[in-house]
């Protein structure tokens, strides 16, 4: 919601949020997962490392790297849509047009 709600516009602290939102999942999650939190980043490595080692069994759990974002991605934009679907998205309704905004 911090680069999407209109009622955020015109602040300029989006950046620090979504860098202290990475650098907090990197400190939570990177023992877990080496911090990869986008599917590019997971699947290269993981390809380089089969190709060098001729070991291709290690790419059994590269479905994880892509479904895992992906599925966090759609489960966040449906909450998102629960909880802003009003304030962001419907006009107010006048019952007098003539004192309507536009």
């Known amino acids: 919601?911090?680069?999407?709600?209109?009622?955020?516009?015109?602040?300029?602290?989006?950046?620090?949020?979504?860098?202290?939102?990475?650098?907090?999942?990197?400190?939570?999650?990177?023992?877990?997962?080496?911090?990869?939190?986008?599917?590019?980043?997971?699947?290269?490595?993981?390809?380089?490392?089969?190709?060098?080692?001729g070991d291709i069994s290690q790419l059994k759990w590269i479905w994880l790297y892509w479904l895992a974002p992906m599925a966090g991605g759609f489960v966040a934009s449906i909450v998102y849509r629960v909880t802003h679907y009003h304030a962001d998205y419907h006009e107010p309704e006048y019952k007098d047009m003539d004192t309507a905004p536009y």
């Open 1 to 53: 919601a911090v680069g999407t709600s209109k009622k955020v516009d015109g602040n300029s602290f989006y950046g620090l949020a979504i860098g202290f939102t990475v650098g907090a999942f990197a400190f939570a999650f990177g023992a877990i997962s080496g911090g990869v939190f986008n599917p590019a980043v997971g699947t290269g490595p993981l390809l380089v490392d089969a190709i060098n080692v």
